[in-house]
């Protein structure tokens, strides 16, 4: 990888190269490693549907281990994470602005765990408006078996185009797990 480099070779069909000015300096090993490991964010980031703070995260984890040259190489991680982010719109549906916007049905890939569990329990009307009931068998079954349930629900951190987030918890033990989500219209 020549980075500043005037210099540069083009491959034609014809099997044809074209050669315009001479390497005066040794290959950048660093901006190659560098290169190749944003390329592989940019596909991750397409291909995997985990957060990307934690494919960010993983990556500098690793290159820690390796060499402090590329970490001084790569762009600040704020930059990363924007750039992976706008790759994966680019791949993805855009996100709807009203309810009506929302595909029906979802999608299955929005409607299971990344371990690929049944997810989504109800898409529909709930008191004329479509809602979304989530919690796989693991969850539902757990909370039948508890005795005591409570229940939350917060209007601040809701998607917008839903009006409520209502969770249903189990508590044992001393210890609260959400089972149940709802998004309710």
């Known amino acids: 990888v020549c980075v500043k ?11 044809s190269i074209v ?4 390497h005066t300096h040794l290959p950048d090993e660093t901006a190659k490693i560098v290169l190749e490991m944003r390329q592989n964010l940019k596909r991750k980031a397409i291909e995997e549907s985990g957060p990307i703070d934690r494919i960010v ?20 991680i704020r930059t990363l994470k924007n750039s992976l982010q ?9 996100i709807p602005q009203t ?16 371990q690929g569990e049944w997810f989504l329990l109800y898409d529909g009307l709930l008191g004329g408006t479509r809602s979304l009931i989530c919690a796989t068998y693991k969850d539902i079954t757990y909370l039948s078996q508890q005795e ?11 998607p917008s185009i839903f009006y409520q987030v209502y969770s249903i918890h ?4 001393g210890i609260s797990a959400p089972c149940v989500f709802a998004l309710l219209g």
């Not at 050669?19 to 001479?22: A, Q």
């Not at 790759?87 to 549906?93: E, F, G, L, Y």
């Open 170 to 173: 189990a508590y044992y033990d």
């Open 148 to 158: 005591h349930w409570y229940g939350d629900g917060t209007f601040y951190t809701c």
């Open 86 to 94: 706008k790759q994966r719109r680019k791949t993805r549906p855009p």
């Open 57 to 76: 995260e993983e990556v500098f984890h690793n290159i820690n281990i390796k060499s402090n040259d590329l970490v001084i190489n790569l762009p600040s």
């Open 99 to 114: 309810i009506e916007q929302l595909p029906s049905p979802l999608s299955e890939s929005y409607c299971k765990t990344t």
């Open 19 to 22: 050669v315009r000015d001479e």
């Open 5 to 15: 480099c005037k210099a540069t070779a083009t491959s034609y069909s014809d099997s």
